[in-house]
């Protein structure tokens, strides 16, 4: 759990972040949403003192930030930026083992753990852990990134704008990969993005800024349905229910059922191309299967429910 408690920071007579008070619960992502130049970053960099507060403090699982030496904190919390910063003249297994936690570690025991991580970031080890990173696309370098934060297995992952440079297909397969990472590893993230459909896609809460404060701290629903300003509205757009539906799939509304005689869908597919698929088929039920094995039943009433924000 990671607390911001009255965090400012001034440059000069401006704020960057003025009096912002959250608490990023454990095991979850949090979007850090808002326009340009609100202190999402600034806020992020003084959770790792790449940026010290002007006032105020951060608690990280209970203790003050500043008790700890910067390299010290630091090990504990992964860091992936959009210029990830890869050294050119290293192989992608080198990058990744660059991490002080594997560095003392034995040759075999760092190439199995690199192997790993490689692997969980969806690039086969036998393919990449020979090339070097001009060798490779901007969504592989990111993976890279991504494993390379993640080799220490810190509780705790800072990511700005992560897959802000990629073109569209290389970030929605990123952000898919992403996802499953986190299902499975659960950890406490913080994300900052400038891009609403990511922020309803991968945050299980969205923190959104205006100007250095907090505008409202909820989940995906609470901000779409109970905006607490006219800001909060409008920012995140008049159709962001349905743009919220087609950030998820279809497997996460799938309940125990018949599947019998229905149409049937694959569990990959966002709601709300499942709801298309309703309307079409002139059917209120589907059959969701995961690679061919069956998961449940997909209602066009949880459907609507979870669009209304029940
Ligand atoms: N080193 C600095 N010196 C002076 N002002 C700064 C400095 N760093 C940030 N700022 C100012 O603080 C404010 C917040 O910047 P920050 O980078 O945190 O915003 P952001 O929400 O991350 O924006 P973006 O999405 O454009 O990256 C901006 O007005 C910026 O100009």
Redesign the pocket.
């Known amino acids: 759990m990671i607390e911001l408690q009255g965090l400012d920071?001034r440059?000069?007579e401006?704020y960057?972040?003025q009096d912002l008070n959250l608490t990023f619960p454990e095991g979850a992502v949090t979007a850090l949403l808002?326009?340009?130049?609100?202190?999402?970053?600034?806020?992020l960099r003084m959770i790792n003192r790449l940026?010290e507060p002007s006032a105020g403090r951060i608690l990280l699982g209970g203790q003050d930030t500043r008790a700890l030496r910067p390299e010290t904190l630091r090990r504990g919390i992964g860091y992936v930026i959009q210029q990830i910063g890869l050294f050119p003249h290293l192989t992608v297994a080198q990058n990744v083992a660059t991490v002080p936690e594997l560095l003392g570690k034995g040759r075999r025991d760092t190439a199995r753990r690199v192997d790993e991580l490689l692997e969980l970031v969806g690039l086969d080890p036998a393919l990449y852990r020979a090339k070097r990173p001009g060798e490779l696309s901007g969504g592989q370098a990111q993976r890279v990134g991504v494993a390379r934060a993640l080799a220490a297995d810190p509780p705790v992952l800072l990511m700005d704008?992560p897959f802000g440079a990629l073109d569209p297909l290389a970030r929605d397969a990123l952000q898919d990969a992403f996802r499953e990472i986190q299902r499975r590893l659960g950890k406490t993230v913080v994300l900052?993005t400038?891009d609403i459909d990511e922020a309803l896609r991968l945050g299980d809460r969205i923190a959104l800024?205006q100007g250095?404060r907090l505008a409202q701290f909820g989940t995906p629903g609470d901000l779409i349905h109970r905006p607490a300003s006219g800001f909060v509205r409008q920012f995140l757009g008049e159709d962001a229910a349905l743009r919220q539906l087609a950030g998820r799939q279809a497997a996460e509304f799938a309940r125990p059922g018949d599947p019998a005689g229905l149409p049937t869908i694959e569990a990959s597919l966002d709601a709300r191309s499942a709801l298309g698929v309703m309307l079409r088929e002139g059917r209120d039920r589907l059959a969701v299967t995961r690679e061919g094995v069956p998961l449940g039943v997909l209602s066009w009433a949880d459907l609507r429910a979870a669009e209304a924000g029940a």
Do not use: N, R
């Not at 808002?34 to 806020?43: D, F, R, V």
């Open positions: 920071k440059y000069g401006a960057a972040v808002g326009p340009s130049g609100c202190g999402k970053t600034t806020t940026t704008e900052v400038h800024m250095g």
